[in-house]
């Protein structure tokens, strides 16, 4: 019997965001986007900040308090800032598209512009390194992810002329990966859809939906090293090749 599909297709990480402090005297995660999938954060400790630039070139901060919940479309760049424990239930859309490579760091435009300078630069060791090597290796990334996020700045605001090439850059270097996210989006999102609507066509039909076939499924964690900080993935669909460390 098939396992249900976790709600909505969505995936559940805990994040405990780094603190340890960026060049800019800000200690948090790695400033970055998703080009198709959304996400959500749900505080459940500490305190931070959300640092933000949106499609209309606007760089906003937002306290982040236990409780608190925000979301951001995709194309937003996000920033979290640590100023005491921050610990975050993050929700994202379209499970496993990020571990696919839904996430652009803003590294320097001479890293973004060459795909496989931005491979090395995104790349962390995997679980055979010591966790200081890891942590070190992800602290790296993300302090060159900051002096990118640093250079989109002019006299203190956001350049839209910086912010566009972002864009175009973050376009071009997820391009060739598009054929695989179309088939996770199929079998994923799309499919849970689908189901609701077989479902509802079935309860309109005087039919049963499928209610005789309901079971029940949990998740497994798996610690990891993501962009914003430490990971616990709950595990909510089997894992596919071609996985790569450091979504969130």
């Known amino acids: 019997m098939t396992l249900p599909a976790f709600p909505g297709a969505t995936s559940v990480s805990a994040l405990a965001v780094y603190d340890a402090v960026a060049s800019d005297?800000?200690?948090?995660?790695?400033p970055h986007l998703h080009t198709v999938s959304a996400e959500a954060y749900l505080v459940v400790g500490g305190r931070g900040r959300l640092h933000t630039i949106d499609g209309s070139v606007t760089f906003a901060?937002?306290?982040l308090e236990p409780d608190d919940l925000v979301w951001f479309a995709p194309g937003v760049i996000h920033r979290a800032v640590n100023d005491g424990g921050l610990d975050?239930?993050?929700?994202m859309q379209n499970a496993g598209l990020p571990e696919a490579g839904d996430a652009v760091m803003t590294f320097p435009d001479e890293v973004l512009v060459d795909p496989e300078r931005y491979a090395d630069a995104a790349a962390l060791p995997g679980p055979e390194a010591s966790d200081a090597d890891r942590l070190a290796a992800a602290i790296t990334r993300r302090d060159l992810a900051v002096a990118g996020y640093r250079a989109l700045f002019h006299d203190g605001s956001v350049d839209p002329d910086r912010l566009a090439r972002l864009h175009e850059r973050a376009t071009a270097l997820v391009r060739p990966r598009v054929p695989e996210w179309?088939?996770?989006w199929e079998s994923g999102a799309l499919a849970a859809a689908r189901d609701t609507g077989d479902r509802l066509d079935a309860l309109e039909a005087g039919d049963d939906p499928g209610l005789a076939e309901a079971r029940v499924a949990a998740a497994s964690d798996a610690?990891?090293?993501?962009?914003?900080?430490r990971l616990r993935r709950y595990e909510t669909q089997p894992a596919r090749a071609g996985r790569i460390e450091g979504d969130r």
């Open 25 to 30: 005297g800000l200690a948090g995660g790695t």
């Open 61 to 63: 901060e937002r306290r």
């Open 88 to 91: 975050v239930r993050v929700v």
């Open 182 to 184: 179309r088939e996770r």
């Open 223 to 229: 610690p990891a090293y993501g962009m914003c900080g």
